[in-house]
């Protein structure tokens, strides 16, 4: 019975749209009349309702008509910003240039934003923040929740905005206020004029093709300096690896040259003045290199749990550093990845692009990341670890990095009281998801 109210729920969602889109206030008004003048007005003989049905219908009828005969001859473009941040408001310009020699007057200017319908398993295992408050009905039917879903997918709602009077051959910015509702990628589609019929009933709709794409940034939380004691690594490579160059180590000075040296180290000009080979001499360099590592695997498709994890991993991203350090960002997807910031190398808006697109993994991951950490564990000064859930893979990842003597901080939203206590045992810090903010903003190693 759910599947069958699921696969409806398109057609019912595209009727209400259409509706929305196309009638003005009145023109609802008209056509709840003209649908209560049908019922009642069914007998002829026992009721005058179907005189009024008639009169209703051919006002629609006048409106709809009418509405065909507007023309617009106008171009339009957005100016959008680079970044967005997920429940931060942004006003973004709009242009509208008029080409003809008439007065445009009237116009209400609107985003069509792509949105995907959710698939069945998703509607069947997402839940809604507060679908616990729902009534038994919307809860079983779930079409409250397969809206919620839609409005998910779309990923940010923007405000329709009344146009004032737009000029004959010229050009008009306005301001459209965007909300993002998640982080990644809002695909817009097209901007959308509306303008009403003279009787005020039927609005004629004119498209403008404008596909472009918004990354949305996950939310940050202000996050004090985080003074890890670990101290400072030798990283293979030195500043040549933080600018990508190769293997080379920093030029300290020049020395005479001893047999078994590279050929590449001589230094030919001071070769020639000399008359003796001559070579460079290189020192290893120590830097203090972190790593920030995100739990991602849940079984659920959509977990606020998770939404608030990512951001608490994008505010240790930007918390206040020394521009000296490199911050590792591990997390498992299709595999493990690890993506490196700082000392010349990707700055960290690179790393909250990637964390505004990872995703949930619905198999057990942790495992993975035991390799890509022993590949880095010699070079590693501390670890940042935000976990998803507690359960007994985790508690042994804790202590496995426990056994590395790795300096690391740990956290984890709250869960259940008795996880909650076996996290802290190891020493996990255990955050109030309700309290997020004040909480991250006193954190201390």
């Not at 003809?100 to 792509?114: A, D, M, N, P, V």
């Not at 001499?281 to 695997?297: G, K, W």
């Not at 206040?320 to 591990?330: A, G, T, W």
């Not at 692009?353 to 990341?369: D, G, W």
Request: glycine share 4%; charged share 20%; proline share 6%.
């Amino acid at each position: 019975m759910r599947r069958f109210l699921f696969h409806n729920f398109r057609l019912i969602f595209a009727i209400d749209i259409w509706v929305r889109q196309r009638f003005t206030l009145a023109g609802k008004l008209v056509l709840g009349g003209l649908v209560a003048a049908s019922v009642f007005g069914v007998d002829t003989r026992q009721t005058f309702a179907y005189q009024l049905f008639s009169l209703l219908l051919a006002l629609l009828l006048l409106a709809i008509l009418g509405s065909w005969f507007s023309r617009l001859k106008l171009t339009a473009q957005r100016e959008l910003p680079r970044f967005l941040t997920v429940g931060e408001p942004f006003d973004y310009r709009v242009l509208l240039t008029n080409h003809t020699s008439s007065l445009q007057q009237g116009l209400l200017l609107s985003e069509q934003i792509k949105q995907n319908p959710p698939t069945f398993a998703q509607f069947s295992q997402i839940r809604e923040k507060n679908q616990w408050r729902q009534n038994w009905f919307d809860n079983y039917v779930g079409y409250p929740r397969w809206l919620w879903l839609i409005s998910l997918n779309r990923g940010a709602n923007v405000e329709p905005k009344l146009l004032p009077p737009l000029p004959p051959k010229g050009t008009l910015a306005v301001s459209l206020r965007i909300l993002p509702l998640r982080r990644g990628f809002i695909h817009f589609d097209r901007l959308k004029l509306a303008r009403t019929d003279p009787l005020g009933l039927f609005n004629a709709l004119h498209f403008f093709s404008l596909p472009e794409r918004l990354l949305v940034l996950p939310y940050r939380y202000p996050i004090p300096p985080l003074n890890f004691s670990g101290s400072r690594k030798y990283q293979k490579g030195g500043v040549n690896l933080a600018m990508s160059v190769g293997d080379a180590e920093e030029f300290m000075s020049l020395r005479e040259y001893r047999p078994g040296d590279p050929l590449r180290h001589i230094h030919w000009r001071s070769f020639a003045r000399l008359g003796k080979p001559v070579v460079k001499e290189y020192q290893d360099e120590f830097f203090v290199r972190h790593a920030l590592i995100l739990d991602t695997f849940n079984d659920y498709y959509y977990e606020p749990r998770f939404e608030q994890a990512v951001s608490i991993a994008a505010s240790f991203a930007c918390a206040p550093r020394s521009h000296e350090i490199l911050l590792d960002l591990m997390f498992v997807g299709s595999e493990a990845h690890c993506f490196t910031s700082g000392r010349g190398l990707a700055p960290v808006s690179k790393l909250l692009e990637i964390l505004a697109c990872v995703e949930m993994s619905k198999e057990p991951n942790l495992e993975h990341l035991y390799p890509l950490l022993n590949q880095h564990l010699h070079s590693l000064s501390a670890c940042i670890c935000v976990l998803l859930n507690w359960d007994e893979q985790r508690r042994s990842f804790i202590q496995w990095l426990r056994a590395k003597n790795i300096q690391f901080l740990a956290v984890i939203l709250s869960q259940d009281p008795e996880s909650d206590a076996d996290a802290q045992s190891v020493g996990v810090k255990v955050l109030n998801s309700e309290q997020l903010a004040s909480e991250l903003a006193a954190l201390t190693v």
